[in-house]
Structure formats: C-alpha cells, structure tokens
DNA sequence: TTGTACGCGTTATCAA
DNA sequence: TTGATAACGCGTACAA
C-alpha cells in the first residue's frame, strides 16, 4: 500500500476545479454542464466535462451547494417513533415521495418527548432543509407550544415549508386524517352487529388525534342508541393495554361485549390481556383497533380496524412540502372503518339487552 | 401582515455575523463561543454573544459549518426497506445511538435494488457525511460490486468511514451476527426435539446472510444424524412464502414436521399459506423463522426464532462508524434460539421414523 | 457561449 | 485573548 492511497483522510475530494481544469474549462462552465440548468454549453466542451467528471468521479459537494444557492434538496422529518409500525409505515411512504422528486430525508425522532420536538426542529432549522414535516406527536396540552411555533415561523420566514401531519394544534400546512369520522364509522357498524357493551381505550398520554378517536367513537354509539360507554386512558403502549385489561375486576370484563382501542398497537396489548385471563377472542368479547398497521395480517384473528391511507398522507404532505401557497390549509384524508373477523355479528341473544 | 414579516422566503436567516454585530464583537469570537472548542474567551464577551445569539434566535448554518469544516455530523444510512419490521427496529436503534453522541442520520431505502445501491452512495458521498453505514443487503453475485467498492474507497479515501452491517462481502469494516451459528443452534435444539422431516426456506433473492441461514440449519441437522432436509428459494416475500407454501402437493406437505424460513417475515408467510390450507400450527407442523421482530408478540402460536441482539449491532456500528481504526475488523454479535409454542416437543410417536 | 470575480456562512491561520 | 483575512466548493451576475 502506498503512502499515497493508504490509510483515511489522505486525498482530497475532487471539486469541480479538478474537472474543469481535467477538461480545460472554466469552472463556471463546468458548473453549468453537471448541475446547472440553463445548458448553453457547447457540445464539444459538454462532452469534455462529462468524461472528465466520470473519469474522476466527481460528486457535487451538496453543503456547498446549498450554501450558494441558499437552499438544500433535504427534507427535515420528524417523528415520533421509527419501530413503531405505524410511524415506520408513515416514514417508509414520506421518503418513497420525497424521492420521487430527488430530495433527501433526514429524519429525526422525538420519543415522545414534547420538549425534545422544539430541540429537533432549532436543530434541524440548521440543516437548511427544504421542508421541516413534523409526523404523528401534537398533545393537548403542550408546554412550549408557542415557542415551537416561533421556531417554526422563524424557519418560514426564510423561505422554509413547514407541514404538519396528523395533528391541527398549530397554524401551519396540515394534513390529517379524519380520527372522528373513521372512528365514528367503525362505531356505527359495530353497533349494527349488535355490540352495545364497549370499553374504549384511549391514550394515557393527552395526544389530540386519540382524543378525536375516543370522541367520534362515542358519538358513533350515541347515534346508533348506545349509551355509557366506559372509556378509559391506560399508559399509551401495548404494554400498558395490556396491564390495564389485566387490573380489570372479572365483573367489568364479564360484563363486556367489545373493546375498541384507539391504535391497533393498545388493541393488540389488550387482546393479549384478555386472553391471558382465559378469554376467547371473538367468542367471548371482540376487539377493534386504528390504524390498519401491515402487521394485523399475522394476527388471528384478524382484527377489525380503521384504516388510513397514509400513501395519500405522504403525497399530499410531499406536495404541500414542495409548494409554496400563501394561507396555510388543512387537507383530510379519509379514515374507513375495515370489519374483520375480530368483530364477527353478535348473536341475537347477546343483542337483547 | 406587514411588508417585511408576510410571506415565505421574505427574511434572511439570522447567520454568525448579525450575533457578532450585536453582541459588538468579531464574527471569530462569535464563533468560539458558540460552537468553537477552544473556548478561550472572556466571560464578559462570552455572555454577551450568546445573549444575543439567544435574543436573535440564531441557529448555526449546518452546511456552512461542513464545508468550512471540511466534514459534517451526518451519518448516511442506507437500507433495503423501512417499512419491514426488522430494518425499522434496526435504524431506530441506530437512530438511537448516533443520536446520543450528536449525530443526525440520513436514511436512504434500496427497496432491494443493487444498482440503487451504487447510486445512493453515489449521491449520499456528496453530503459529505461522517460515515456511511450499509445495513442489511449484500448479494450473493452482485451485479456491480467492483463499482459499489471502488465508491466506497473513494469515499474512505476523503476521510469518511464506512461500515457494513449483516453483509460480509466487502472489504470494509463490517459488524454481523451469527447467521450460520444463529440457525445451526435452532436446528439442532429442534431436532432434539424430535422435528425430522424438514422444509427450509431460503431467500429467492440470492442474499449471503440468507444462504447462511440455510447452511447453518442444515448444518445443525446433519450434526444431528438429520439429513435429507428439502430447502426452497421462494420470492423474498411474506406473500412469496405463503403462495410457495400453498403450491405444494398434499402429499408434500403430509411429509413435514416443520418449515423453517430464513426470516420471521417469510415464516410468517408460510403460516398463513399453511393455515390456509387447512393445517393446524404446531400440532399438525411446526414453524420457525429468524430474527425475533417485535411484531411476533402478538401471533399465535408464539413463533420459534432466531433472536439478533439489534442494539448491539447498532452500538458496535456506530462505534465503528466514529473510531478510525487502520485496519478493517470484522465484528461478530451472537444470535441465539428462543424456542416457543410454535414448536413444542413431538409426540414419541412422531420420532419414530 | 465562455470566463472573471464575487458572495454564501463558517472555521482556521495568523498577527496584533 | 481578540480580530483581520483567507480558505472551503459552488452558483451567478457581469463582462468579454
């Protein structure tokens, strides 16, 4: 190995100088061949610059444009969660679009944390994105909500996008999903197949999209005659599902004929609870969840949900992302309820009260 | 909405200088005290630049301070799929880790294409990370591997680091788990517990941590005085597995105790098809898979896997990613069997051929 | 059409 | 310790 090659760090990366002295240009000229866009160059030099740059294989230096042109082709995300199937689902769709158009994503990852969200996105202001998309937090009641907005605001008035998904707390571009409608749906259905007995679970953590889910739940029972339903907010995980369906008293369980869980992740947490007190799932009470995540295929029985398109959620963010419109507006994407075998028609002695 | 405030794009973002000019010292020392390290400065100027650093709201220009710095604190990952469980949990982890020394992370998504792999490093060499990790493809005869290495040295040339994970085929820094030993263990546990007559499933896809599954799994059979072990390469599909599943003859299937996949995803695929076809798991066949995705909790029966200690690749990637050795090692994390209700012990009955 | 000269925001070098 | 000044790699008026 010689001095030369060896070890890391040695060479210098090739710059545009290197190919347009190779190809005996200018460097403006080079320029304007590889990545500007007004292509007046000669063909002869075209030719020269191109076999130069591939000959030592030129890459442009990305900080360095978007330090000249002011601007990056990278899109800020930020998220709650990556394992989670549903945000990991979201993430996949958001970066399927972005390059789609040739932009990067970045992605960054609250863990739920409220204060971490303004931490992220003053850090992210810095990466010069395109777009900031911040996916899948909002809570009821935040702590610095006005600081986040000023930071957001900061960043648009520098020519930044900022999007928000599934959550309308703040005043910016928002795309959501219809929580209160696809819940309520799935609320009128179960009704028509009898189920009148139901435990609602929502989120421990006050997040405003689960709250909308308990919500259009509730008044889907009320409008089909179902009155008291019992909600409850356990810890907002699987985990958590699963240990308040085990503190249950058998009398409350008993008495029980569904629980409708606000994601499909608490949904899944509380079937796993009630079968470990020995209960069968339909047989002995049904259970619905949110989200339609891919890995409800492997359950069984397959369980009854909302699903969200979120292909649509990501286009239209990507689009409102990459847009630049003067009042910032609210698009909704529909939420269907999906009946499935976790639900099944109750029998008719079960419907009489 | 005033002239100056409206709009996008309309305001400059707030750079080093306009600090400095406010706190009334130069632009350097504005610099050290911010983000410098050498943080000789007087704490009178010291207070007042960051007083109006935090009055300005100022954010330091990541790409500025890559390009002056010659190198910035992004680490490209580069992925086959986010949405699939295993490389979720996978980048969340690493998402984790290089979080918690201040790095940002870059994700860019193959979706299983080897020649997108030799763009995206391609485009990702540009952003000028801090390293560049290759998590989870590496086929068997790649297309272009000459070029993917050559890009890779080039990149490793200019200061960055490259590290791989779960594909040995390259001569660079590589950090993988035990496939062969992972799945050698399973079979033999399995075949101490009576399981013969064997289906495996492999990858259609020709991937090495694939094949090595396969061979420690036959490996482990044989050891264990069991041979004649059919293995197929399905599409690399959870619906690949179940339509191979599904094709088979009656009298096929009959033959088998057990259907090993290379992958929970798949396994989870041939337990559907094997349903389907009307079979009960585990007591008409048995099924394992290998990786232990978190998804598996809430299947029944419990599957029977491969578990991969995902936080410790992770650690050990990122380690790797950020400590600049002279010679690349080859890392080596355990994956061990977890056996659960998918494969219960065999009736006597069964043993005896 | 091509090349010269400058600016982008930051860090690093060197005098003072 | 601090402050001028020169890079870093690229895009872009402007002049040729």
Redesign the pocket.
Known sequence: MSALSGGSGSR??V???DVARQA??????A??V????SR???E???ERVLQAARELG????LP??A????TSRTIALVISLISDPYFAAMAAEIMKQAEAIGLHVSIAVTERQADRELDLVRELRGQQPRAIILAGTGYVDPPSEQQLIDELRRYEETGGRVVLISRSDLPFETVDFDNHEGSRQLARELAALGYERCLILGSGTPLLSMQRRVEGFVAGLVESGVNGARVHHPEFSWTGARDFVLALTDADVRDLQLVFAVTDDLALGALAGLRERGLRIPEDIGVAGFDDITTLRDVVPQLTTVHVALNAVAQEAIYRATTSDSEPTRTTVPAYPVLRASTPPLQASCVIE
């Open positions: 210098r990366p710059t545009l100088d005996g240009v200018s460097q403006p000229t320029s304007r590889l990545n500007g866009s007046k160059v000669a002869a030099y075209r030129y890459t442009p230096n360095a444009q330090m000249a042109r002011g």
